[in-house]
């Protein structure tokens, strides 16, 4: 799987993905900028409706201080926490010296099985 997610001015990159079922431990989702987002749990989960669906705990590095930590999305992802939560720093992009203001490529794949 794959997918192109713009990255707008002073957010975190948008990448609209939804994974129709609850995808296997291990699933990465990386950036161009070389950051990745290894998914290391998945549980039901019941929402505040009754309705039932799926937590996603993803694994990442702070790009900032480059401390591991995690996050929780659901099925439908719209956006990546970039920075851990001493750093959090929302409005404000995060510069690896590379990035020239062009969308970030998101690129998403799941473990051979």
Request: hydrophobic letters at 30%; proline letters at 9%; aromatic letters at 6%.
């Amino acid at each position: 799987m794959g997918g192109d997610g713009p990255h707008l001015a002073g957010r975190s990159p948008v990448i609209n993905h939804s994974f129709p079922e609850r995808p296997p431990l291990g699933t990465t989702i990386t950036l161009d900028d070389a950051q990745s987002y290894v998914l290391v749990e998945a549980k039901p989960h019941q929402r505040r409706d009754g309705t039932m669906g799926s937590l996603l705990t993803w694994h990442t590095e702070c790009a900032q201080c480059a401390m591991p930590f995690t996050f929780q999305t659901g099925l439908v992802i719209s956006s990546l926490n970039r920075r851990c939560v001493k750093h959090k720093r929302p409005g404000q992009r995060v510069d690896r010296g590379k990035r020239t203001g062009h969308p970030l490529k998101v690129h998403i794949y799941e473990p051979s099985q």
